[in-house]
């Protein structure tokens, strides 16, 4: 795995997200059962229109749900640490490999150890922070929501871990904190579907069509570049 550090949210992690399939998104991929998701082929044309416009498909910027998760995000790191006595290192991106045409941001990873070369990880953490009412079910479950089994498994996979920790975080009440083994039946589903959903994706952006529209939109962005530059001079 390739991993860059820095922070989450900024202009600069939106850059490196754009046009690729991210775990977040996984179950658009493949469902929590294995199977090929029926969003497949739309997240695919989501992916290439973000690599030829350059800007997210999705004008969506969240609710009162997501903006509690941003809210509290911390405090549940910092609630899992204290339970666990784990060591969370936060990082803005992960790509599975050099292609980087795969990644993903887990919400944190378990150092085991540092060395010389950098940080050696155990596991990653992946942190919800739900209502009360959504909290309460998940403390009853007892184990991960099935919703988020594409997440977490495709997390491992992306990051080649044997586990993974799950926690669901409320102010006023206990956190729920459940550990996952990676499950090899899923990740070798996950062999199949991620590289057929790139192959495919590659395959439309060699369309002559939207190259020529990216190359457009790359060459604008250059004069505009440009033209700011000599006005700033």
Not at 35 to 50: D, G, H, K, L, R
Not at 77 to 87: H, K, L, M, N, V
Not at 147 to 174: A, N, R
């Amino acid at each position: 795995m390739i991993v860059i550090p820095g922070e989450q949210g900024t202009p600069e992690w939106h850059k490196i997200r754009l046009g690729i399939p991210t775990v977040s998104c996984f179950e658009r991929i493949i469902t929590a059962s294995g199977n090929t998701s029926a969003q497949f082929y739309p997240y695919i044309y989501e992916c290439v229109a973000e690599w030829v416009t350059g800007q997210p498909t999705s004008e969506w910027n969240g609710n009162s749900d997501t903006e509690r998760g941003h809210e509290f995000e911390p405090d549940a790191r910092a609630t899992y640490e204290w339970e666990t006595g784990e060591q969370v290192r936060q990082v803005s991106f992960i790509y599975r490999d050099k292609d980087k045409l795969v990644g993903g941001s887990p919400d944190g990873l378990i150092v085991n150890k540092i060395t010389q070369k950098g940080h050696e990880y155990s596991k990653g953490l992946e942190v919800k922070c739900p209502r009360p009412t959504i909290h309460v079910s998940y403390l009853v479950g007892g184990e991960i929501p099935k919703k988020y089994i594409p997440q977490v498994q495709g997390s491992m996979w992306l990051c080649d871990m044997d586990q993974w920790d799950f926690t669901s975080y409320h102010e006023d009440y206990d956190p729920l904190i459940v550990t996952t083994e990676r499950d090899e039946k899923f990740s070798k589903a996950l062999d199949k579907a991620v590289p057929l959903f790139i192959e495919k994706m590659i395959e439309y952006r060699n369309n002559p069509r939207f190259i020529a529209m990216r190359n457009r939109r790359i060459e604008e962005e250059q004069q505009d570049e440009q033209t700011d530059n000599e006005e700033e001079s």
